[in-house]
C-alpha cells in the first residue's frame, strides 16, 4: 500500500513539476493570448493534480498556488483583449508570475521528496515541514499579488 500510495503521488508530484518548468521556460519578453493559453492548459492540468497532492499529503499548497497563477493568467488574457499589445505593466505582471514559478520549483522537490535517496527520488508520505514553511511564504505572496490584481480588474470595471 505505502508504495502504491507513494507511486501515485510521485507521478502527480513529477506531473505538477514537470508543468511547472515548462511554463518556467517560455520567454518573459514573449506574452501574448495564445501564450497564455498555453500556460492556462498546463495549470489545469497542475490544478488537478494538485488536488490530489494536497488531499493525500494534507496540505494546502499546491491548489492556491494553481488557482492564484490562474487568476494571473486570466487577468492577463483580459489585458491582452483590450489592448493586444501588451503594456509595460503586463510585462512585469507577467515576467512576476514567471519568477514565482521558478521560485517554487525546487521548493517543491524539498517539501515533497526524501532528500539524498541512493535509489532515486523518493515522495515523502509527511512533507517536510520546514520546506512547507518557506513555500506557505510565496503562496502567501502569490495570493497576496492575485488579489491585487483582482482588485484592479473590478476597480476598472
Excluded: F
Excluded at 21 to 29: G, H, N, T, V
Excluded at 78 to 91: E, F, I, R, V, W
Aim: charged share 20%.
Amino acid at each position: 500500500m505505502k508504495s502504491g500510495l507513494q507511486g501515485m503521488l510521485g507521478s502527480a508530484i513529477y506531473q505538477i513539476w514537470s508543468n511547472y518548468d515548462e511554463i518556467a521556460k517560455y520567454p518573459p519578453e514573449e506574452i501574448s493570448v495564445e501564450r497564455l493559453n498555453q500556460i492556462n492548459e498546463k495549470l489545469i492540468s497542475v490544478s488537478a493534480y494538485s488536488y490530489l497532492v494536497d488531499q493525500k499529503e494534507g496540505t494546502n499548497l499546491m491548489v492556491p498556488l494553481a488557482n492564484d497563477l490562474r487568476a494571473i493568467t486570466e487577468y492577463l488574457n483580459k489585458q491582452l483583449h483590450l489592448n493586444p499589445s501588451p503594456t509595460p505593466d503586463d510585462q512585469e505582471v507577467y515576467r512576476y508570475m514567471l519568477e514565482v514559478i521558478s521560485e517554487i520549483l525546487p521548493q517543491i522537490g524539498s517539501v515533497y521528496y526524501i532528500p539524498d535517496q541512493i535509489e532515486g527520488p523518493t515522495v515523502a508520505l509527511k512533507p517536510n515541514r520546514t520546506a512547507v514553511k518557506k513555500m506557505v511564504v510565496s503562496r502567501d505572496r502569490l495570493k497576496a499579488y492575485a488579489s491585487q490584481l483582482k482588485s484592479k480588474t473590478a476597480a476598472a470595471a
